[in-house]
Nanobody, 128 residues
Framework: QVQLVESGGGLVQAGGSLRLSCAASGRTFSSYAMGWFRQAPGKEREFVEAISWSGGSTYYADSVKGRFTISRDNAKNTVYLQMNSLKPEDTAVYYC?????????????????????WGQGTQVTVSS
């Protein structure tokens, strides 16, 4: 059974930092991009950041540029999201997803539920 399990969410004051982790099990994603999405209450899910299979390329939403950094450890089948200078508008449930396909137009899953894997989400709350 393939699972993506996120951890590291919590409550933090504005300006603070959190580091999210997403550990994959059941299969390896070392040949695929992995990434993070988030969904705030009453809003649609949005792309946050993704990283290529080698770690050589990253893709990010303008809203997190310069504040969030994605990384991965293929030996551990894990992807990380370091979030600095957090703002109240970053409050959301953060989801890990794989595999992703990225280009200059953005990052997307396959669209086939048989091939897409999402974690259960981890809550990030930033207080003002």
């Amino acid at each position: 059974q393939v699972q993506l399990v996120e951890s590291g969410g919590g409550l933090v004051q504005a300006g603070g930092s959190l580091r999210l982790s997403c550990a994959a099990s059941g299969r390896t994603f070392s040949s695929y991009a992995m990434g993070w999405f988030r969904q705030a209450p009453g809003k649609e899910r949005e792309f946050v950041e993704a990283i290529s299979w080698s770690g050589g390329s990253t893709y990010y939403a303008d809203s997190v540029k310069g504040r969030f950094t994605i990384s991965r450890d293929n030996a551990k089948n894990t992807v990380y999201l370091q979030m600095n200078s957090l703002k109240p508008e970053d409050t959301a449930v953060y989801y890990c997803a794989a595999p992703l396909y990225c280009s200059g137009y953005g990052c997307y899953d396959t669209g086939d539920p048989r091939d897409d894997y999402w974690g259960q989400g981890t809550q990030v709350t930033v207080s003002s």
